[in-house]
T-cell receptor, first 115, second 109 residues
């Protein structure tokens, strides 16, 4: 099946710094990528949807200036958490799909801890 | 409402069958999915069913769909300790996936 690789798997950063998370589709071209946030023992919350070459569409309540999403190519999307705060600590998961496909393929997730 | 609903916990004994239930909301959803999440990991697609099907079987997994009641279930036969995980049902709305809260399956020896 299609493989989505997310990097890093975990990261610890200081408050006020920025962190970039990468999501790569390894063996297919991802026309659409999704970024989710998952709080402990909770379901996935969709943060934004990005289509290659266009601006991301953010869900209501998600700050676009804080969570910068770039989908510059068909195999790479990045999520940058800017000026991170401890409340941004969470598990972030990306998924990718391709046109006319019915499946979404998920990365392994990134655990962000802001201290 | 707009939520996909699932029971949050299920415990079964090793070797028994597990049945995880889900209620979805969008009658126009064309595909419904079951994902598995092990601790600290991303989501793994287990199976999906097209909305014009009532049942789909894949080895130990059986998916039943009651479209009238918008009810989806996942049955795992001969449950093993390696099946312990969180199971999410999801429906596709437009191009987005909407997930239920997840059912934590615990398999007891």
């Amino acid at each position: 099946g299609a493989v989505v690789s997310q990097h890093p798997s975990w990261v610890i950063c200081k408050s006020g710094t920025s962190v970039k998370i990468e999501c790569r589709s390894l063996d297919f071209q991802a026309t659409t990528m999704f970024w989710y946030r998952q709080f402990p023992k909770q379901s996935l919350m969709l943060m934004a949807t990005s289509n290659e070459g266009s601006k991301a569409t953010y869900e209501q309540g998600v700050e676009k200036d804080k969570f910068l999403i770039n989908h510059a190519s068909l195999t790479l999307s990045t999520l940058t958490v800017t000026s991170a705060h401890p409340e941004d600590s969470s598990f972030y998961i990306c998924s990718a799909t391709y046109i006319r496909n019915t499946e979404a393929f998920f990365g392994q997730g990134t655990r962000l801890t802001v201290v | 409402g707009e939520d996909v609903e699932q029971s949050l916990f299920l415990s079964v004994r090793e070797g028994d069958s597990s049945v995880i239930n889900c209620t979805y909301t969008d009658s126009s959803s064309t595909y419904l999915y079951w994902y598995k999440q092990e601790p600290g990991a991303g989501l793994q697609l287990l199976t999906y069913i097209f909305s014009n099907m009532d049942m789909k079987q894949d080895q130990r997994l059986t998916v039943l769909l009651n479209k009238k009641d918008k009810h989806l279930s996942l049955r795992i036969a001969d449950t093993q300790t390696g099946d312990s995980a969180i199971y999410f049902c999801a429906e596709m709305r437009g191009q987005n996936f909407v997930f239920g809260p997840g059912t934590r399956l615990s398999v007891l020896p």
